[in-house]
């Protein structure tokens, strides 16, 4: 009697399964530390944009457009929110590796696994908060402009909605995308048809979409037609923490009557403790009562110190790109936050109460032993990869999506860093998408595999 054997293990269609089966927990494993934590990570921003349905005005840097997306998350404890976040964020990973001709289910299984492993993107993506939508932007802009005849209609539309929605949650998002227009329109007469019109003009498009929903946003919670306010009293704190403003007012008081004049020698060291500590900001009245006055100081004092203004601008972008770090604001107390909820959503407490976060389990020095490394790695790659492109006169689209991710990394740490100071935040949002580029040009470089079959296929 002879007994056959199959050996399962070896099967391409068991392997097929398992892939399968992996890219269908990628949405879960994308926000796997609000799942480990047992309720969406907050932060100390949130409840600024929470509020802001509730509290019908406006406040500085707090976009309403996001407050509005968190509100209708709340009824479903944000599980919702989180639920969008991942799932727009393998949307784009997908999307981009469809575009750039490397869509095959392996490789998205594998990088997906690697940037949940070795970057912030989980960690963002499982929070509310605007950052997830910074990095994630800069994909879909350059699909926008790339796109083409690789995209279908319904694709661009979703496109070109979720880009203006991601520039209305942040003017720093806005900035970058801006400015990544801007460049695009700059070196074009050079690229030609490798930076189609259509594209430029609908990624453009975006911007003015973003721009026109957040101020309707606003109108509609606060009866202004208003852009967000307090850009210049974060600015005001970055110039108080070079020293530039007890300088102005050392200059100046003796002839002018500043509010701030009786306190010049006692300002804080920091923007953060000026702006959100207990402070001379405080009792001068906080935006309401210093806006036109620190507003005053930012362009006299931009007028009569460029060059110190210079550098420490370019000081404080340069230190930008080296503040990488995941988690900040997410593992310090937050009672703004938590009041917040408390006030205005009593039926989250006891769950937000009961997360790990909540009782100091969360501890991102270990996770930053691994994701600061890969983060500063990653940018090096970018840099090496451009060399490589340029020694070579090859300009495919790897290189075009590598170099619109250095020049978003660039923009955005001026902007963040001239505005309001360097911070691990800023620049953890952003940098996962160049790991994210590095590892897509190691998997070309390892060796470009056939074409999806049925076997294979998404």
């Known amino acids: 009697m ?26 879960l494993l994308m926000i ?94 499982s929070m509310l908060l605007t950052d997830i939508f910074a990095g994630l932007s800069i994909l879909s802009l350059f699909l926008l402009v790339v796109g083409g005849n690789r995209t279908s209609t319904l694709e661009k539309i979703a496109l070109f909605v979720f880009t203006a929605f991601a520039a209305a949650t942040h003017s720093a998002t806005l900035g970058v ?39 309707a946003a606003n109108h509609a919670l606060s009866g202004k037609w208003a852009w967000t306010p307090g850009g210049t009293g974060v600015a005001f704190g970055r110039m108080m923490q070079d020293g530039i403003v007890a300088r102005f007012l050392n200059d100046h008081c003796p002839r002018k009557q500043y509010k701030l004049c009786p306190y010049r020698n006692e300002l804080p060291a920091t923007a953060d403790d000026f702006l959100w500590g207990k402070s001379v900001f405080n009792t001068l009245g906080r935006f309401e009562g ?71 389990g969360i501890d991102f020095a270990y996770v930053n032993w691994l994701h600061v490394p890969v983060a500063l790695i990653s940018m090096l790659g970018l840099v090496a990869l451009l060399a490589h492109s340029l020694a070579r006169r090859r300009l495919d689209d790897l290189t075009l999506l590598a170099a619109t991710v250095t020049l978003a990394l660039l923009g955005n740490a001026f902007i963040c860093a001239v505005i309001s100071g360097p911070h691990d935040r800023y620049g953890a949002r952003m940098v996962w998408v160049a790991t994210f580029v590095v590892l897509m040009a190691l998997a070309q470089r390892v060796g470009d595999e056939p074409a999806d079959d049925s076997s294979t296929a998404a």
Request: aromatic share 12%; net charge positive.
């Open 290 to 360: 210093l806006n036109d006055e620190m507003g005053t100081i930012v362009v006299e004092s931009l007028k009569e110190y460029p060059a110190w203004q210079a550098g420490a601008a370019l000081r404080a972008m340069g230190q930008q790109l080296l503040h990488v770090a995941t988690g900040e604001g997410a593992s310090v107390w937050i009672p703004h936050t938590y009041g917040i909820i408390e006030r205005y959503i009593p039926a989250q407490v006891a769950p937000m109460r009961a997360a790990r976060q909540q009782h100091w």
């Open 177 to 215: 995308l801006l400015g990544l227009c801007v460049a695009g329109w700059m070196v074009r007469p050079l690229l030609g048809p490798r930076l189609p019109m259509a594209g430029l003009a609908q990624a453009s498009l975006t911007i003015v979409a973003g721009g026109l929903m957040l101020v």
């Open 32 to 125: 796997a530390p609000a799942f480990w934590n047992g309720y969406p990570l907050l932060q100390w921003d949130t409840g600024g944009y929470l509020a802001r349905w509730y509290e019908g005005y406006l406040v500085p840097s707090r976009s309403t457009v996001f407050g509005l997306y968190l509100h209708y998350g709340e009824s479903f404890g944000f599980w919702i929110n989180l639920a969008l976040q991942s799932l727009a964020t393998l949307w784009l990973l997908q999307l981009t590796l469809r575009v750039l001709s490397m869509m095959q289910t392996f490789r998205f299984v594998a990088i997906s696994l690697l940037l949940i492993l070795s970057t912030a993107l989980p960690w963002i993506a």
């Open 2 to 27: 002879t007994t056959t054997t199959t050996d399962h293990r070896r099967s391409p269609a068991t392997g097929s399964l398992w892939l399968r089966l992996a890219a269908a927990a990628l949405p």
